[in-house]
Nanobody, 124 residues
Framework: QVQLVESGGGLVHTGGSLRLSCAASGGTFSSYAMGWFRQAPGKEREFVASISWSLGTAYTDSVKGRFTISRDNAKNTVYLQMNGLKPEDTALYYC??????????????????WGQGTQVTVSS
């Protein structure tokens, strides 16, 4: 069983930056595809970014050029660097792990493990 623990959320102003971290334990981190999803109140959980074991990356269109996903297999951690934050980025951000490690874009259906989420709030 894989446990995922997110950190790094908070309150920022428009244009600000945050870096989310997700620490994994209980599994072979380097073999998983990892990703980030987010869910705003009253909306469905949506894909944000993901990274395969071979470092292939995918992003949803609305964050391209602003967010960067990366992973450190030595630390069993995946990161999401978020720059140029906008109020519409406000959501609960979830870390996700997919056992199909070569998958570049993971989905809510293919995700095998979820974290508990970390809140990101962007004020205008």
């Amino acid at each position: 069983q894989v446990q995922l623990v997110e950190s790094g959320g908070g309150l920022v102003h428009t244009g600000g930056s945050l870096r989310l971290s997700c620490a994994a334990s209980g599994g072979t981190f380097s073999s998983y595809a990892m990703g980030w999803f987010r869910q705003a109140p009253g909306k469905e959980r949506e894909f944000v970014a993901s990274i395969s074991w071979s470092l292939g990356t995918a992003y949803t269109d609305s964050v391209k050029g602003r967010f960067t996903i990366s992973r450190d297999n030595a630390k069993n951690t995946v990161y999401l660097q978020m720059n140029g934050l906008k109020p519409e980025d406000t959501a609960l951000y979830y870390c996700a792990a997919d056992r199909a490690g070569n998958r570049i874009r993971i989905t809510t259906v293919t995700t095998d493990y979820w974290g508990q989420g970390t809140q990101v709030t962007v004020s205008s």
